[in-house]
C-alpha cells in the first residue's frame, strides 16, 4: 500500500484570502493564487514516493458562491503547478451533513479506496484544525502550519513553514523505514 501526503488546497497550495480575521476561498481564478513557496517540498516529497492529492471544502459550488468552471480553473492551475496524483473537494454546504467535509474523514476514505493507499502511516498538510481532526479520525499524522487557524485540539505537529513540515515527514519516514 502506498502512502500519502494529503495537502489542504487553502492556505497551503494557494496563499490565503483573508475577510475579518477569517480565511475564506477564493471566489475566481483571479484571486487564486499558488503558493510558490509550497513547490520545493511538494517537489521533494513526490521524489520520495509519496503520493501526493489536495483535498479541500468548497461550499460554495452547493452555495452558488462558485461556479464549477472556476474551480475546475484552480485545479488546473494546481495540476500545473505541483506534482499532485489527485484533487478532491467536498462540495456540500455544513448543512448538508455530508460524510466527506473535512473534520470528517470521507475525503481520505475515497482517497483510500482510489488509490490504495495507507491512511495509518500517511500524512495531512494544513492550517487549519478540521484536518487535523480528519487525520486523527483516520489514523494519520497531522503536520500543521503555524496559523490563526490551527485551533487547540489535538495536533501531531505544528511547525513554522511548509518546508520544515516536509522535512519533519522525511525524518519521520527514514525513521520508519529503518526500523
Known sequence: MKIAIFFERDGILNLPKVERQYQVPPLTLADF???EAALPACEALKAAGFTLIATSN???LSQGT???RELD??????RQTFPLDDILVCPHD????CSCRKPLPGLFMEAAFKHHLDLERSFV???KWPDARAARSVGATSMLLQSPWVGSGHHDFVLSSISAIAGKILQLQT???AA
Not at 480553473?73 to 494546481?78: D, G, V
Open 73 to 78: 480553473r484552480m485545479n488546473m492551475l494546481l
Open 33 to 35: 493564487h499558488v503558493n
Open 94 to 97: 455544513p448543512a448538508d451533513n
Open 175 to 177: 525513521r520508519h523505514l
Open 58 to 60: 468548497q461550499p460554495g
Open 125 to 127: 498538510i494544513s492550517d
Open 66 to 68: 462558485v461556479s464549477r
